[in-house]
């Protein structure tokens, strides 16, 4: 268990770390209360996520709702356990549904795969819940009924989904009251929205697959070209999976296997611990240069081999054989490179964490993928459709090319970090489509190679490789480190940390001696609630 760390504020930010024997850290102030509520009522932290879960489909619509997908790592006190809700494509998904495409869909229902976030919480519920389900469902209930009022950051993003989306099916009856996006402090609610988490509680989600609200997705599903059916909702399940991990700085980092990019982070991980990183300050040039060069190794291999578990040509434990990765380590130099992908020889997102005072740790991320994601909501209902299709390629020679029943590649990746001793240490994640694997590598070098904690890991500067040599950083960045890191041949860009994507969200939750200690992303609305 680490008690070293450095509690030093050296970004601009006006958060400080919060700490609490119980916690709830969400990129939305009313789901991290909703969360706290559901401890104070005697649940634990499985309860509060959940909880968070539900009311950031009602107050944070513009990365997930209730057809988003899900993932979650659970340290239940004596085992960790890793969840993968995400849905499959629908069985009339074969190439030939697809025949005269250029590339999957980005939108329309073209773009829908199974929605698997309700599943999600109904099976963490009935795992490792103390609370009824229904009870859990109640602050969220209450917010689309009764209504709230919209933060800022969440209704910038609402006005540019608005405009991109407004003509999908269903969008605009939803989510454009009077024919526009609500402004930052405009009451807004969501009636239909509140009765399909009502059909939800009260039927622990056999309406969503297999009842109600099965039948209004897919009769709105054929009315707009869909091939998606009753019986494709009704296989949907979730797998119940061991995690990856890999040690790092005198912890254990886990991810969970694909169809997941977690794996990325576990093979920088590696290879910056072959370089050596940790020698020179955090922040000195001598420091990003070899990590954003290990950084692009790892997502070279992602994203050439990596797609669902069931399909992939290579086992993980072959993409982060320490000897493989070794190998890739030493093509790092002093110049910037645009590698390609490794062979090892076969041998618009939510994410929220939570902790209680017995123990028990939860990482837990929804997405619908872009923003909205497909932009479709089904009439009456509330629920707003994914695009994880999208993550599928049509390229027939792909691991990830789109099939029948197939899970297609996934950004969004739960993290947990253990100690070597097997007690926990840390819960995380951080939202952002392909910013993820390269966020979560960054949170951990901060926080487990160089000791900041968990709010200083959150506020300090990001940097987001694009392709090739192009890489995106934060305005507040070191402006003669940038200058430095061009100066090694990469191609960088300052942006202001805006948009769907952009540099990430990170909800953090670490343990210490005497409780935990939390930090929330700046660059959201959101808030660590503890007590």
Known sequence: MFDDLDYSQPYTSARSPVMGNNMVACSQPLAAQAGLAMLRKGGNAVDAAIAAAMVLTVVEPTGCGIGSDAFAIVWDGNTLQGLNASGRSPKGWTPEFFHG????????????????AVSAWVALSERYGKL??????????????????????????WRRGAELLKDQPGFAECFMPGGKAPKAGEKITLEGHAHSLELIAKTKGEAFYRGELAEAIIAHAKAHGSVMSLDDLAAHSVDWIDTLSVPY????????????????????????????????PVDSVNTVHPVLEAMKLALADLNEHVADNDHMRLRSEHL???????????????????????????GGTVCLSAADESGMMVSFIQSNYMGFGSGVVVPGTGISLQNRGAGFTLDPDHVNTVAPG?????????????????????????MGGPMQAQ?????????????????????????????????????????????????????????DPSGVFAFGGAQIIQRTAHGYVGGTDPRKDGLVAAY
């Open 406 to 430: 197939k899970r297609p590649f996934h950004t969004i990746i739960p993290g947990f970090v253990m100690n070597t001793d097997g007690t926990p240490l840390m819960a995380f994640g951080l």
């Open 101 to 116: 495409q250029k590339q999957m869909p980005q939108r329309g229902w073209g773009s829908v795969t199974v929605p698997g």
């Open 249 to 280: 700085a005198g912890a254990v980092v886990h991810e969970l296997p694909p169809n997941g990019q977690g794996i990325a982070t576990l093979a920088g991980l590696t290879m910056l611990e072959a370089l050596g990183v940790g020698e020179y």
């Open 132 to 157: 009824p389900f229904a009870t859990l469902a109640e602050p969220a209930i209450g917010y689309a009924r009764d209504g709230y009022q919209v933060t800022p950051i969440i209704a910038e993003l």
């Open 439 to 495: 966020g979560h590598l960054q949170m951990m070098m901060r926080i487990l190679r160089y000791k900041q904690n968990p709010q200083a890991a959150a506020d300090a500067p990001r940097w987001r490789i694009e392709q090739g040599r192009k890489v995106a950083v934060e305005r507040s960045f070191d402006r003669l480190v940038v200058e430095e890191l061009r100066a090694r041949g990469h191609a960088i860009e300052v942006e």
């Open 320 to 346: 982060l054989d320490p000897t493989y990765l070794l190998k890739r380590a030493s093509q790092v130099n002093e110049q910037a490179a645009d590698p390609g992908h490794g062979s090892p020889k076969p």
